[in-house]
């Protein structure tokens, strides 16, 4: 049930409450119809900053992080609240890191970029802001750019803690992007790497791509082998 707030406006801190909550709700709505499990939930009021209408959103515990159910429309949806919260605060992290991550998901790359690195030039936040450089330079298959920001991340973060992802996945994710870029030599240790942490099967096809580049059949076969169980 929706209740209208007299004033019709809300303060940043609510807009951004607005926009995360908002692509939560959808997202929640998303795993409700698909039956995808639905992680620990805590509700909260938040305000439609143009009918000024207060409604009840769901968000994740402990934080406001997104999570990957929010459709296209939902993102598109966010953005200008979030671009609201920056003007009133253009160095707000949460809402940099949000802006940046919704404008790469409806393809606004120019615009993530820019503000991804205003969040990485951040002290503290170097590490994810780098992280999240290189998903936009990999969303735009500049991999060169993206493994550069893959190394920027273990200069701040040396084994790949505090990222918002397991190190097992960022190793993953570096060494797969060193993989596609030709750079196999440089990639397999990472994802050997990632491998020791997390047995997965991704992660052996990736190795036996490795291998098999370069021109190690048999260890290529193992590798593969592995990954069927």
């Given at each position: 049930m929706a209740t209208r707030r007299a004033n019709g406006y809300c303060g940043w801190h609510q807009l951004l409450a607005c926009?995360?909550?908002?692509?939560l709700l959808m997202a929640?709505?998303?795993?409700?119809?698909?039956?995808?499990?639905?992680?620990?939930?805590?509700?909260?009021?938040i305000q439609?900053?143009?009918?000024?209408?207060s409604?009840?959103?769901?968000?994740?515990?402990?934080?406001?992080?997104?999570?990957?159910?929010?459709?296209?429309?939902?993102?598109?949806?966010a953005i200008p609240l979030l671009e609201q919260v920056l003007r009133d605060d253009p160095t707000y992290s949460d809402a940099l890191y949000e802006v940046s991550t919704c404008?790469?998901?409806v393809g606004l790359f120019q615009e993530a970029l820019e503000s991804a690195a205003v969040f990485a030039a951040q002290p503290g936040n170097e590490a994810k802001g780098y992280l999240l450089l290189?998903?936009?330079?990999?969303?735009?298959?500049?991999?060169?750019?993206?493994?550069?920001?893959f190394s920027k991340v273990l200069e701040y973060e040396p084994e790949a803690e505090h990222l918002g992802i397991p190190p097992w996945q960022f190793y993953f994710l570096y060494g797969g992007i060193?993989?596609?870029?030709?750079?196999?030599e440089k990639g397999l240790p990472f994802l050997e790497k990632s491998l020791q942490m997390e047995r997965h099967p991704d992660t052996y096809t990736r190795i036996g791509e490795c291998h098999a580049a370069l021109?190690?059949?048999?260890?290529?076969?193992?590798?593969?082998?592995?990954?069927?169980?």
């Open positions: 926009a995360t909550g908002f692509l929640n709505s998303v795993a409700a119809a698909d039956d995808s499990p639905v992680p620990m939930q805590s509700p909260i009021w439609d900053p143009w009918t000024g209408d409604v009840l959103a769901i968000v994740n515990e402990p934080d406001y992080s997104l999570w990957n159910g929010a459709r296209i429309e939902d993102y598109e949806h404008r790469g998901k290189s998903s936009i330079h990999v969303e735009l298959k500049n991999r060169p750019a993206a493994i550069a920001a060193l993989l596609e870029n030709g750079e196999s021109g190690e059949t048999q260890k290529a076969e193992t590798a593969w082998r592995m990954a069927l169980g």
